[in-house]
């Protein structure tokens, strides 16, 4: 039994639509991971609000008296809590608590973490590094008398945190800073090759101290 010429056209009309509708859903995801790929800035100094919550294992909300709204610290620091399978900080001077908090609950929670550091400015009171390796955060530094002077974090191999923005109260409250996101392919590739370079640099074993009791030149 042959289909009639109406049947024909209504099948035919079906997988149109079908087709088109594929066609649609294909379309949109590519439209948003287009704007996925977008970079997007966040701008300091930032508000003095509450990150705690954000630390926290289970979702809740603390009873301090600082607001709980979103600011570029915030930001910042749910940017850094999405890291799944690595976190490579590489950053000049880290005593930010809510930016160090961040990366121990991203270590805590088997993450792999690598951070670079300028030794000078680890040593300063407020500097999160020695919380780092009392959890087991492997941290490697510089050993001559120019400062590692980078500010820069990759998430997953795959997003790229950079910008003026040191991890200190100073910078984040005070100073004009800004932090742009990148999910560029080939800049993320960039920045991955220097921190590797940098790591394999500032690997304990090839540490020769020639410059100790050196001072590093004003900023």
């Known amino acids: 039994m042959s289909l009639s010429a109406w049947a024909w056209r209504g ?19 590519y439209v948003r991971w287009l704007r996925e790929q977008q970079p997007k800035v966040l701008f300091f100094p930032a508000p003095v609000t509450c990150v705690r919550p954000l630390l926290l294992a289970s979702p809740g909300r603390c009873d301090c008296s600082l607001p709980h709204r979103e600011s570029s610290l915030s930001s910042l620091a749910r940017l850094l809590l999405a890291a799944r399978r ?27 973490v690598r951070v ?13 590094v020695g919380t780092f390796r009392k959890a087991g955060i492997e941290v490697r530094h510089d050993q001559d008398t120019n400062y590692m002077h980078h500010k820069f974090a990759l998430i997953d191999g795959s997003i790229l945190i950079t910008g003026s923005l040191n ?40 540490y020769s101290f020639l410059h100790k009791g050196k001072r590093k030149p004003p900023i």
């Open 167 to 206: 991890w200190s109260a100073q910078a984040i409250f005070r100073n004009k800073e800004n932090v742009i996101i990148i999910k560029n392919i080939d800049i993320v590739k960039a920045f991955t090759g220097e921190f590797e370079r940098l790591w394999n640099e500032y690997d304990p074993t090839k």
């Open 11 to 29: 099948l035919a009309a079906a997988a149109t639509t079908l087709l088109a509708a594929e066609g649609l859903y294909y379309l949109l995801r």
């Open 116 to 128: 670079i550091t300028d030794s000078d400015y680890m040593a300063l009171a407020g500097s999160q």
């Open 86 to 112: 690595s976190l490579d900080v590489c950053v000049f001077s880290i005593s930010s608590a809510d930016l160090g908090g961040s990366v121990l609950a991203v270590h805590g929670r088997g993450v792999r």
